[in-house]
């Protein structure tokens, strides 16, 4: 990409975006959804969090466009729009450890990401 300012537009929808991704519960869910569509019930219980809470944050991350739902029956199963989400995640990830943030903490992730917990 240039380099120079980016056009207002631009960043606000950019800003709005990293909005999406600015809390720990709605990390937890797109965490969560990496590996693939999931319906609220299973949130619910990979996360830890109240169904209702579970569901604000869906709507909230639907409507920024970083997840998207169909429904299956009575049954809605919610997906990343695309891998940039996960990509995001991991760059955020690397910034912390090059950071200097607990290794501990992020080689647990990692443990569980790859699934060897």
Known sequence: MADGPLPERLAERLADTMFALATPSRLQILVCLRDGPRS??????????????????????????????????????????????AVLIDEALAHLQALGHPPADLAEYRRVRDGRA
């Open 40 to 85: 609220v019930s299973e949130i619910v219980d990979a996360v830890g969090m109240e169904q209702s809470a579970v569901s604000h944050q869906l709507r909230v991350l639907r409507q920024h466009a970083v997840v998207t739902a169909r429904r299956a029956g009575r049954t809605r199963h919610y997906e990343l729009r695309d891998g940039h989400v």
